[in-house]
């Protein structure tokens, strides 16, 4: 693994859609805490964070899998986007609008200094668990054209 960190993010992808649960694992360390602060900064719930988070790097997983991720792109701007549509279509779904839930920037900037003084208790669970999941998910066969 720790061979792995040093690799671009377009060598982790080829490995992980070879078959290395090491390469993903690699990416979600990579990028998971800036998909976390986003969806929490969006949803302003803890909670939803924590399933917008899940539900992205499904999305991810799933989507690399099946080669849907073009290289044309930076691959953090792609889960990026995809993060944002997660918790936008869970919004739009449930018709809450996202900016009526933010009373103001301080709520706003109390969530962002939440998560911070959060991260080293929570970074333990949030690694273990997603990664349990994803590894399932990591289990399915690539889709072949």
């Known amino acids: 693994m720790a061979n792995m960190i040093n690799l671009a993010d377009e060598q982790l992808i080829a490995l992980f859609t070879d078959g290395s649960d090491a390469a993903f694992e690699a ?12 969806v929490l900064k969006l949803s302003q719930d803890m909670t939803l964070a924590e ?19 073009s290289h044309d792109n930076k691959l953090v701007n792609w ?30 900037n109390c969530a962002v200094d ?8 929570m970074a333990p669970a949030r690694l273990s668990l997603p990664l349990l999941s994803m590894r399932s998910a990591c289990s399915l066969p690539n889709k072949r054209a």
């Open 114 to 121: 939440e998560v911070a003084e959060h991260e080293e208790v």
């Open 51 to 69: 399933d917008f988070s899940q539900d992205v790097w499904l999305k991810v997983v799933v989507s690399l899998r099946e080669g849907k991720y």
């Open 27 to 38: 990416l979600y360390k990579r990028y998971q805490g800036q998909v976390f602060s986003y």
């Open 79 to 108: 889960i990026m986007s995809i993060a944002h549509n997660v918790v936008y279509d869970y919004f739009r779904r449930d018709r809450a609008p996202i900016r009526e839930q933010v009373e103001n920037i301080e709520q706003l």
